[in-house]
Structure formats: C-alpha cells, structure tokens
C-alpha cells in the first residue's frame, strides 16, 4: 500500500511538528506564505514544498495548521474548487468545526476536527498526543488513526474542551517554572543548574507521571512527602 499524500497549510510552530512527525509515514507536502524560509525548511528535512494551488490539488487529505481567523475563508475557498483535497482537517483549537461545517454548508469538501492536546515542542520531541474529534465516520477514523499513529491516538470527544485544557496546562506549566527556579535559588544560583533541573528532572517526572512503583527513587520521595518516612533518601544519591 502506498503512502498517502499529506499536505500542511502552515508551516509554524505547530505545522513544522507535525511534518516532522509524520514524514516517515507520509509522502509529505508542506506549504506556507513565508516561502523563503518554508522552502528552507522543507529541503533541510527532506520534505516537499508545493505552492498552494499544487498542495490543493495533489493530497489525499490537508491538515490546516493556520490562525483561527483564517479557517473559514481557506476552508471555503477549497470547496469552491472543482477537483483536489477533500479531506480536510482542522487542528485550530480556537474554532469549533461542527459550526464552521455549518455555517459554510459545505457541498465537497468533508471538514473533520483534530485537536492536539499537548504543545508543538512535545509533538516534535515525540511525546505521544491525544488528539480530540468529533467526526463519526468509523472509516475516517481508522484512516487517521493509522496515519498519525506515530504521534499519539485520536479521541472521539467534545473538541471545545481543548482549547480550555491546553490553556490551563501552559498557564501552570509558566507560573510553576517561574516558581521553581526561585525556589531553587537557595540550592544554586547557576540558571544553566536550575534549567537543566527544570527540563529533566521535573520534565522527565511528569512524562513517567504516574510514577512507576517500582521507581524507588520516587517512590521514596512520594514517602516522604506524604510524612511517611520508611526510608530515607541519601541527597547525593544519583536517581536510578
């Protein structure tokens, strides 16, 4: 079975993740205004970069990694076309697709909603996402979820809830780094330290979160915590 035919409108942050992610299983295609630099981009990745007309006609399906503001009017602008793409996903967390289906009344084109819960560096660094849809149709999904399954699994839910959940994530993710490396101000005052213990020792606790009880490092820690000192810790000890 060939590989099918990706093509990314957009090629931010978010965009440039998922084209990463999904080279190896994708013939890929990405395209975006900046073109200089999206060409760029693309060669030094091994990607193909297409001008939008040539990424709206050759796809198996379209993943719009662009402003909120601008879904509707691409999405429209593709259904009013006589042939290409007509799959086509949303991953805008700031819009709700059922609606925008509705409103357009779209006649070619089946617009399909998938929400990434998580952020574009975890995406790029392999971190497996959910993503968040409410289409119904079992052979679309089986589709999708055996394209991106390489990134994480698709979710059958309410896709206004990612928006929400995505916010409150990053908003305490900043406010308990900013917390943390004053915290630690006591223990070090090298930024290079108290960063390197931000990314990996917090980092790495939270993508092995919940803790594997065989873990005695945190386990202990977890003990200790609690008040419940079964053990103590040696402080110089390295984590196992």
Same mark, same amino acid.
């Given at each position: 079975m060939s590989k099918p035919r990706v093509g990314i409108l957009g090629a931010g942050r978010l965009g440039k993740a998922l084209a990463l992610s999904l080279r190896g299983s994708c013939d890929l295609a990405i #395209?975006?205004? &900046?073109?200089r630099l999206t060409k760029q981009f693309a060669k030094q990745n091994g990607l193909s970069f297409l001008c939008e007309e040539d990424l709206f006609s050759s796809c198996? #399906?379209?993943?719009?990694?662009?402003?909120?503001?601008?879904? +509707? $009017?691409?999405?429209?602008? @593709?259904?009013?076309?006589?042939?290409?793409?007509t799959m086509v996903l949303n991953t805008a967390t700031g819009t709700h697709?059922? &609606? *925008?289906?509705? %409103? @357009?009344?779209? &006649?070619? *084109? $089946?617009? *399909?909603?998938l929400k990434p819960i998580g952020q574009f560096t975890a995406i790029e660094l392999g971190v497996k996402v959910v993503f968040v849809t409410e289409h119904s149709d079992v052979t679309d999904l089986r #589709? !999708?979820?055996?394209? #991106?399954?390489?990134?994480? /699994? *698709?979710?059958?839910?309410?896709? &206004?809830?990612?928006? =929400? !959940? %995505?916010? +409150? =994530?990053?908003?305490l993710a900043l406010e308990f780094g900013g917390t943390f !490396?004053?915290? /630690?101000?006591?223990?070090?005052?090298?930024? +290079?330290?108290? !960063?390197?213990?931000?990314?990996?020792?917090?980092?790495?606790t939270i993508l092995d979160y919940p803790p594997d009880p065989e873990n005695s490092y945190t386990s202990a820690l977890l003990k200790e915590m609690n008040g419940e000192h079964a053990f103590s810790v040696n402080p110089i000890e390295e984590e196992r």
């Open positions: #395209f975006d205004l &900046r073109s198996d #399906f379209l993943i719009l990694c662009i402003p909120p503001d601008e879904t +509707e $009017k691409v999405v429209l602008r @593709l259904d009013r076309r006589d042939s290409g793409v697709t059922s &609606r *925008i289906v509705h %409103n @357009l009344g779209l &006649r070619r *084109i $089946k617009l *399909i909603g #589709f !999708l979820s055996e394209v #991106f399954s390489d990134i994480g /699994v *698709i979710r059958r839910g309410d896709e &206004r809830v990612v928006q =929400a !959940l %995505n916010r +409150e =994530a990053t908003r !490396l004053e915290s /630690v101000q006591s223990i070090t005052t090298d930024l +290079e330290w108290a !960063l390197s213990a931000l990314r990996g020792c917090v980092a790495g």
